[in-house]
């Protein structure tokens, strides 16, 4: 019912930024809380930044917070991160993921839908 794509991923210095997009094709995209994920090497995937359907609030990681920022275009079924001030802790696959009427349960990856494949963010240092 819903199909994401994230892009945007790549290398980066420390002290960089980079956005991330997550492109969804289904309808009734605004429906969906949108949340972002991250996994490190020989970690668990870990939550990063989450969006609800309705009201638009965001929520943060600790690790993330006042350095990134999560944002969406519902007549584009887009989302975004925008990541500044990287650190090489930030190094990881970024997925995107979707809940439908997803809002106080985003930060639990086992509440969500859909998932997209990653995208690979790099920050060297």
């Known amino acids: 019912q819903l199909q994401l794509v994230e892009s945007g991923g790549g290398l980066v210095q420390a002290g960089g930024s980079l956005r991330l997009s997550c492109a969804g094709s289904?309808?009734?995209?605004?429906?969906?809380?949108m949340g972002w994920f991250r996994q490190a090497p020989g970690k668990e995937r870990e939550f990063v930044a989450s969006i609800t359907w309705s009201r638009g609030v965001t929520t943060y990681a600790d690790s993330v917070k006042g350095r990134f920022t999560i944002s969406r275009e519902n007549a584009k079924n887009m989302v975004y991160l925008r990541m500044n001030s990287l650190k090489a802790e930030d190094t990881a696959v970024y997925y995107c993921?979707?809940?439908?009427?997803?809002?106080?349960?985003?930060?639990?990856?086992?509440?969500?839908?859909?998932w997209g494949q990653g995208t690979q963010v790099t920050v060297s240092s």
């Open positions: 993921g979707a809940k439908q009427y997803g809002s106080n349960e985003l930060s639990e990856r086992a509440h969500y839908d859909y």
């Open positions: 289904g309808r009734r995209f605004a429906t969906y809380g």
